[in-house]
Structure formats: C-alpha cells, structure tokens
C-alpha cells in the first residue's frame, strides 16, 4: 500500500513558481542514485523499530526486527528496506554492514521507487491533483481556465517533485481532455529533451543521424535503422535521465555499430561510461508495461 511505504514516493510540498520556463543544455547524466526520500510508517510491524541511515550520501530509513537467527538478513519490498538482526549484534556492527551492501540497497531501493512510480501512472483517474511521473519527478496535474496555454511550474528539464502542470482546462472539462493535453505535452517535451540528449552522444561520437522519429511501441524503448533514422518511444519521458541517457547512447552507438558486437558495447561505453547501472534498471521495466495514455 502506498501509504505504508518507507520512500514517500510522492512527496506533498510544492514549489514556487520561477520565473524562467525554459531549461538550459544539459551536462552528461551520471548514472548515480536520486536521492531517496523516506518517511515513517505511521504504523511499524509488532516487535520492529524505525530506523534512518546515510549510504553513499543517501538518507534513508529502515525497520529494524530483532530475532535469534545467527545472521543480518537484508531485504527490499514494496514497504521498502527491511533489517533481521541478532539480538546481539550493535548499532555500530549492523550500521558496518549496511555500509558494505550501500549500492546493491540503494539500487533495490531506486528500483521499487520506480515501480511504484509506474502503478501510480496506472492509477492515473485524469483528475485535478493527479500525480504522474515526468523525468523520474512526480508532477501534479492542474486545469487553470484563464490561461491560453498549458504551463509547466518549474525547469521543463529539471523538475522537481510536485511541480505543476497548468492545463487550460475549465472545470467542467473531461478527464478525456486532460488526458489528451497532458499527452501532447509529453510528447512535445520528449521529442525537445530527446533531441538535447541525442546532440550530445552524436558530438561525443563524432557522429550524424538523419532523423528522430517517436513512437510507443509495446516492445522497444528505441530503434536505430541503416538509413540513420533513430526511433524513440516518447514514453521515456516518465524515466529519470540516466535511463534516457542509456536508451540515446544504445542508438547512437548503432550508427557506428549495426550489431551488438564487442565493438559496439564498447562504443556505448565511450559514450557513457556508467551505463551498466542504467541498464540494469530498465531491464526491471518493459514498454509494455506502461499505459498508453
């Protein structure tokens, strides 16, 4: 359940309005842990205790069961980092071994993140105040009549949790509308974001593409064919960075390398270095599972 999470997926505050609309080029993505927000179940589990911890500069919290089992057991579900420790290991033995598993938990943990970000893409009613997932941020759907245009609250290429999305939308309008504003909006900043992104891997690569086609096919995230065209699909947009930096470096170095050749995976490393982490998270996710909105 969403209100027994550890990570506070979507998280309530919003924030000022700035004054400028426009994002500036983006630098290289680092394939690194967002940072991971966390707060308190309102209820713990019988005989648990909440604790919270920084790896690697991420705060997080845990809970915490003592039992008689002769080991620290580690897992992760979908109410988040969950700790079985013997009663008489210390704070400080267990908090040295949480240090010493920090990336494969902070992964796991990123991972359920981006899970629940999807099923709550699922749940999406169309209503105001629905939340969807824009470049691994949650931002809040709004209909504002007196606007002549939809207006995004924030940096379009660098938003935040809770950054508004205005629709000029009178009240009485559908959910079918709002749907369809908000899907025309995604698509025109995927293809703006997905061209920023693609510049910067053909410049790495010393590379040119004859065009970018989007698309939503069920079974790929992208394309590229002989003729240079590289197909996207748009729906990448609900991902954070770094798996989008994955998708454009895949296809870019395709250009080069029509293959999945030894070559080619080390071209793709040329490009980004890191992009083992970003691989691994998408494998957890498939076009298919997303709803086309």
Known sequence: MLDRLQLALFPKSLFPLPNEQEATPLPVTKAKPAQLPYCQPAV??????????????????????RSKRKTVGLSVNDSGLQIT????????????????????????????????????????????????????????????????????QGECFAPQDGNILYLPLRPEADSAQMRDLTQSWLQQQARRYFEQRLQHYLDKGALTMQRLRLAAPAKRWGSCNSDGTIMLNWRLIHFPPHLIDYVVAHEVAH????????????????????????????????PGTLPLL
């Open 44 to 65: 713990l589990p019988l005989g648990t205790q909440w604790h919270t911890i920084t790896l690697n500069g991420v705060t997080l919290g845990y809970v915490l069961k």
């Open 85 to 152: 420790a013997p009663v008489w290991v210390s704070t400080a033995q267990l908090e040295s071994v949480l240090q010493k598993k920090a990336n494969w938990i902070i992964t796991k943990l990123q991972q359920l993140q981006e899970r629940h970000a999807l099923l709550a893409l699922q749940q999406i009613t169309w209503q105001n105040g629905d939340r969807l997932p824009y470049l691994g941020q949650a931002i809040v759907l709004q209909r504002n009549p007196v606007l002549p245009t939809t207006i995004f």
């Open 255 to 286: 250009l080069k390398e029509m293959n999945h050749s030894r070559a080619f995976w080390d071209f793709v490393e040329f490009l980004m270095p890191d992009y083992h982490y970003a691989r691994a998270q998408l494998r957890q996710h498939e």
